[in-house]
Every structure is written in structure tokens, then in C-alpha cells.
């Protein structure tokens, strides 16, 4: 059963969504620019916004870092990275002329005032030349442990303060943000004695995907869910991030991190303050992020005692993914070979409101899983009374399918056609791609366009990083005095370790596999 038989379902259409309005012109400087992000992700994103008639007219993109290059080689540089990962925007020749005329270069040090200094000149003639508004975006595309002598010498250099009363400075921090609560307030200390709360974009791409803003849509543009989302008729829900993927060439970055620092301090929590939040006032900044703060602050801490039986660790051995046999985590390059860290995590939370009183939520995080998945799946609670005597009846279950395959689909029970009654579970299915072409902005794309707008609703405020860390600080302190697990503990190509299983299997439940 489908609800896709609408005449736009019926005729799929392929678009590039545009901007009706293109924002502010400015000045957009990446620190790092030579390094995987720059390349990989933001570069296609400018590039991606600009195709889609969302940047100004006038624009300037200034790439900073230590690698020396000229303008013509981060020109050509940019044009590879374009042409390699431009999805979804394409490589389109007309738009890259004029987009590639407003890349420039600069290399410093980033503890150098010189090389600010010469950052501020080129910023000055850039705005002369191209009338730029005295608008400045800088975006900290660099290791964490430069954040803070870029954020001192940006404010050194009198960067950090908007140009005039009309002009606008901001600046965007990429994760990790921090790697415990007092790294993270410390952070946030550096650069809030530098720049305004209202400057500072913490971005979580997670947030910019087209179908985690969707989820907002869904609870709060339509009607009849809502009366439903809530311990009334909710028995749990479930948040699964799986990748299929390995640790990639990221082992010096993951082995200082972990799944539960890389993935669930921020994506996953960022879904479950989405899932469980109250309806916002309005649709802004300051409204939807006091209700996700709140959500954060409601979650009930662990109690060190309590770890072991709430959060799971594990780590991938070796194993097959799709058909293909892989390394365990503790032979890929640049991981130690008795390495400890988790590269899986699960954990049971409880919302102590009355919305979610008693309603577990059940998060799950790993790599080199079974297969490629991102689904917030809510568990209805069962008819009060069965009439169907003798009838298996499996629950209803609204499936929010975030990557791939994005889409909502609800599962309810129907009769199978026959003399007899006997009763199937049937989805109700919503599909992007077939509704609405296969061409939706990139994560990036979405979260760099708000940000050159001044809208900072989909990016994180300092306290609700700072919550995240405090209600997992508990556990990361808890492992780290534990006994080291038995690792690895699952193979690759699995659904992670069996403890993870017996979590659910605790409180009568299961994981609901894709
Ligand atoms: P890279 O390791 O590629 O570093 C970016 C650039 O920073 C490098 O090209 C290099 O430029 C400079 N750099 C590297 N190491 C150091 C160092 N020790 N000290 C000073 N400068 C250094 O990082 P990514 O581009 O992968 O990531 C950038 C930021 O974005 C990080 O904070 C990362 O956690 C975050 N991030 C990255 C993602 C990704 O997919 N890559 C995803 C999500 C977040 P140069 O030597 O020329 O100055
Ligand atoms: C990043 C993590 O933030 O998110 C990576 O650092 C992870 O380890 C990635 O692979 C997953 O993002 P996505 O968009 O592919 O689900």
C-alpha cells in the first residue's frame, strides 16, 4: 500500500532546488583549505549553492592554510574536488568560470599575527573591489587544537568584530566540539571571549539533512501524529546510525575519539532532541533550540554503577561486508594493535518528563555494520484489548528512513485476501526520490546557505553541547577506569556485539534490523 498515488508521486520530477532570494554578499574564508573537508564537502557546497542562485552575485572565497600554493593551483585543486564530489549540484562549466574567478588563496601560519594582518588587507581589498558589505564567514576547517589560536589571533588582528554597524562577522566550528564537558566549556570560553554567541555556527551536518529537517516538518505541520507522541501510545523508540564503511584514513582522528564521541555526543543526541522535543513557539533559532536544550537536560544521568548495564561498547574484527572480506579495526593502518577504542556503541536513555516518562529510547551506533542505515524507528504501543484470538500481530511500527532510501514509512496490520483471516503487516510507504526527484542540497550546502543568512536554528548553542558532554562524561569516565573489553567483539558485517541484543532483549524487545 502507498500513499504515493498523488499526481506529483505519478510524474517524478529530477530539480535542483533555488533560492528565491540569494543572501548577503561576503567575504568566505576557510582556514585549512588544503586539507579532506575543504575538498571533499565545503568546496562543493559553496560551489553547490552558488548553481542554485543562493550566493550573491558578489562573492569571495578565500582558502587559508600552510601549504604553499598559488591561486591558479587551489583554483585547480577546487575544480578536481568539484568535478569528483560534486554531487548532487553536477559540474556545470558557465557556473565554475565565475565561481573559480572568486577563489584566492593566503598562506600562513596559523599562530601568525603577520599572516592576519595580510588576511585583514586582502579581506579590505576584496570588499572594495567587490563591494562585499564588509560581510566576513570564517570556518574553522582545520584539527581541533588550532581552534583556539585561529579564534585568539582572529580576534587579535580586530577580525572577530563586525567591519561597521551594517556588516556582519561570523564564524563556523566544525566537531568535535570538545572531547569531554571541560574541554568542550573551555572551548567555548575561547571563543566567547573573542566573538558574540550570536556569531559562533557550531555546526552537526546531521542536522542539514534534508530528511532530519523533515522530521521537524512531519511532527509539526501535520496534525495526527502528534497526539500520538507520547507515552500514552508510544512503547519506545529506536535511533540506529550504521555504516558499513570502516575507519577509513581516519584512524589518527578516530583513535582518539571513539563511536561515542564521533557519533553519538552529537548526531545521535541532535535526532533524539528532534524526536522528543515540545513544539516550538515558532520556527526560529531561539525557540527551537530552548526546546531541544531542554530535551538534553531532561535525560537521566548515569549513574557510574549503571554503565555497564545501559551503554554497550564494541569493536569490529575482521569480517565480510557486502560480499566483500575486511580487516578487524585493530589491523587497519594507523590503529594499535591492542587498541581499545569502540568503534560500536549503544545505550539505553530515559527522558524524565512528562511527554516520556518510562519510554526508553534505545540508540545505536557503529561501524562496519551489516549495511548502511540511518532510521529513527518509534515502536507504537499494542491494541489494549485483541480480538483477533490467536493471531500473531506484530506492533505498528513509524519508520523515519534518514539515509539511504530516505522516506516514512508506517507499518500497520491488514487482512490477507481470502476466506480465512489472516492478518499481514503491510507498510504505508513515502519515498523521496520517487515523490520528489533525486536532487536535494547536500547537508553542507543547507547549513553554509543559513549560515550566510544569519539563521542559526539548525546549528548547536553552547549549552547544549555542553549537556551532551555532561550526560556522557559519566560513561567515558566509567571506561576509561573499567577493565579493557574483550575486543574485538563483533564481526564486520554484523549488527554489533551480542550484548548489544541482550540490552533490548532485557526489556522484551529487539533491535528492528533493516
Ligand atoms: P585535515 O586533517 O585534512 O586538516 C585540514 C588542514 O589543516 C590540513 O590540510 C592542514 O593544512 C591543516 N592541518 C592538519 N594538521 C594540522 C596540525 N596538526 N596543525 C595545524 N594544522 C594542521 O582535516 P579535515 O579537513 O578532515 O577536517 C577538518 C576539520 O573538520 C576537523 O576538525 C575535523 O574533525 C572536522 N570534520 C571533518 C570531516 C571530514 O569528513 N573530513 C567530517 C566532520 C568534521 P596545512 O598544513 O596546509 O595548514
Ligand atoms: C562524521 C563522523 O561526523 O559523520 C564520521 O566523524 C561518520 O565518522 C560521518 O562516518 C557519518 O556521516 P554521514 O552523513 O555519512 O551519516
Not at 563591494?131 to 588550532?146: C, D, E, K, M
Not at 571541560?182 to 556569531?199: H, I, K, T, Y
Not at 557550531?202 to 501524529?225: M, P, S, W
Not at 574483550?486 to 558485517?493: H, I, K, L, R, V
Request: glycine share 6%; proline share 7%; aromatic share 10%.
Amino acid at each position: 500500500m502507498s500513499m504515493q498515488n498523488t499526481s506529483r508521486a505519478e510524474q517524478p520530477t529530477r530539480r535542483r532546488p533555488r533560492c528565491e532570494l540569494p543572501a548577503d554578499p561576503a567575504a568566505i574564508v576557510i582556514f585549512g583549505a588544503s586539507g579532506d573537508l575543504t575538498r571533499r564537502k565545503l568546496l562543493p557546497a559553496l560551489y553547490e549553492l552558488a548553481a542554485a542562485d543562493c550566493l550573491a552575485p558578489r562573492f569571495a572565497i578565500v582558502g587559508f592554510a600552510r601549504s604553499r600554493m598559488t591561486d591558479d593551483e587551489f583554483r585547480k585543486q577546487c575544480e578536481e574536488a568539484l568535478r569528483t564530489h560534486g554531487e548532487p549540484a553536477g559540474f556545470d562549466v558557465g557556473t565554475w568560470q565565475s565561481f573559480g574567478n572568486s577563489l584566492s588563496y593566503l598562506v600562513g601560519d596559523y599562530d601568525a599575527p603577520e599572516a592576519y594582518q595580510r588576511l585583514k588587507e586582502r579581506l579590505d581589498a576584496l570588499d572594495r573591489e567587490h563591494q562585499l558589505g564588509g560581510h566576513r564567514l570564517f570556518y574553522l576547517a582545520t584539527p581541533p587544537q588550532t581552534y583556539p589560536v585561529i579564534v585568539e589571533q582572529l580576534g587579535r588582528a580586530n577580525l572577530a568584530r563586525p567591519k561597521d554597524e551594517t556588516s556582519w562577522t561570523r564564524i563556523v566550528v566544525e566537531k568535535p566540539f570538545g572531547r569531554d564537558l571541560p574541554s568542550a566549556r573551555a572551548l567555548n570560553q575561547q571563543l566567547l571571549r573573542v566573538f558574540d554567541e550570536g556569531q559562533v555556527y557550531r555546526i552537526d551536518h546531521y542536522l542539514g539533512k534534508e530528511t532530519v529537517q523533515n522530521l521537524l516538518v512531519f511532527r509539526f505541520a501535520n496534525g495526527i501524529f502528534e497526539p500520538l507522541w507520547n507515552r500514552n501510545y508510544v512503547d519506545h523508540v529506536q535511533i540506529t546510525a550504521a555504516e558499513s564503511i570502516g575507519v577509513e584514513r581516519r584512524a589518527a582522528f578516530y583513535e582518539t575519539a571513539g563511536a561515542l564521541r564521533d557519533m553519538m555526543q552529537n548526531h545521535l543526541l541532535q535526532l533524539v532532541a528532534l524526536v522528543a522535543m515540545e513544539p516550538p513557539a515558532k520556527f526560529d533559532a531561539l525557540a527551537v533550540r530552548n526546546e531541544k536544550i531542554k530535551v538534553l537536560q531532561s535525560i537521566r544521568p548515569f549513574e557510574p554503577a549503571d554503565v555497564a548495564k545501559q551503554v554497550v561498547r564494541g569493536q569490529y574484527g575482521p569480517g565480510t561486508v557486502n560480499g566483500t572480506n575486511v580487516a578487524g579495526y585493530r589491523e587497519e593502518r594507523g590503529v594499535r594493535p591492542d587498541s581499545t577504542t569502540e568503534t560500536f556503541v549503544a545505550a539505553r536513555l530515559w527522558i524524565d518528563n512528562w511527554r516520556w516518562a518510562d519510554v526508553p529510547f534505545y540508540l545505536r551506533t557503529g561501524k562496519r555494520l551489516a549495511r548502511q542505515v540511518t532510521q529513527i524507528a518509534v515502536q507504537f504501543r499494542r491494541a489494549p484489548h485483541i480480538v483477533f484470538r490467536n493471531r500473531k500481530l506484530d506492533p505498528n511500527w513509524l519508520v523515519l528512513n534518514l539515509q539511504p532510501d530516505e522516506g516514512i514509512s508506517l507499518a500497520f496490520g491488514a487482512k490477507l485476501p481470502g476466506p480465512e483471516l489472516q492478518i499481514q503487516t503491510v507498510p504505508m510507504d513515502f519515498r523521496y526520490s520517487t515523490t520528489f526527484g533525486e536532487v536535494g542540497a547536500s547537508a553542507y550546502a543547507t547549513l553554509l546557505n543559513d549560515c550566510l543568512r544569519g539563521d542559526a536554528t539548525l546549528f548547536d548553542r553552547a549549552d547544549s553541547v555542553e549537556a551532551a558532554w555532561a550526560l556522557l562524561d559519566p560513561v567515558l569516565q566509567d571506561w576509561a577506569e573499567a577493565p579493557a573489553p574483550e575486543f574485538p567483539n563483533y564481526a564486520a558485517g554484523s549488527w554489533g556485539p551480542p550484548a548489544a541484543e541482550e540490552l533490548l532483549a532485557r526489556d522484551g524487545r529487539y533491535w528492528r534490523n533493516p
